[in-house]
């Protein structure tokens, strides 16, 4: 290879990593200005802004309505990665197992969080709560202190069909 190509190779390789970084830091810009923000799977919003955790988690067939959300905090409200979607009602109990297996799974444990204050593990709810009634809710701890809280909630019926809503949230 002569010494001209070499060059142009190097020279290339450079000017997509500085593109990369370029791409990446405006990602973080953008992710930080909006404070709260949607994602699209696969898009550098979603790599950059949401949790490994929760990108991990295998979405259940027939899910619908499958969202990704995502806050850097501000104040006393924690980061967050969430993940949404809705599932006929029959198959609910069905899906509820196969998240918290999926959660187990990856090394958290159950926590004992209360909200009337008589466990020092802060607890914490989703936005969800004050919308729909809530079904089942727990919470895991990770041994890092991560929180991760797993929710149904029953949702008004839609065409005569009865569906629940799961929420996934980690907060780190």
């Not at 067939?61 to 599932?87: C, I």
């Not at 727990?138 to 009865?162: E, F, I, W």
Request: proline share 5%; aromatic share 8%; glycine share 12%.
């Amino acid at each position: 290879m002569s010494r001209t190509s070499i060059r142009t190779v190097i020279l290339s390789l450079a000017g997509v990593a500085f593109a990369a970084l370029c791409g990446l830091l405006i990602t973080i810009g953008y992710i930080f200005s909006m404070e709260d923000f949607v994602a699209q799977p696969g898009s550098p919003v979603y790599y950059a802004g949401i949790s490994r955790l929760i990108r991990s988690l295998g979405v259940p067939e027939g899910a619908e309505d499958q969202e990704y959300f995502g806050s850097v905090g501000d104040g006393n409200k924690p980061p967050q990665s969430q993940l949404g979607f809705t599932t006929a009602a029959g198959a609910g109990e069905r899906v509820w197992n196969a998240l918290d297996a999926q959660l187990l799974g990856q090394g958290l444990q159950h926590s004992t969080a209360s909200h009337d204050g008589t466990d020092p593990t802060p607890a914490y709810s989703t936005n969800l709560s004050t919308v729909v009634p809530t079904l089942r809710e727990v919470q895991y701890r990770s041994t890092r202190g991560d929180l991760v809280v797993l929710g149904m909630h029953a949702l008004p019926k839609n065409n005569g069909q009865a569906t629940v809503r799961f929420s996934i949230t980690h907060f780190d």
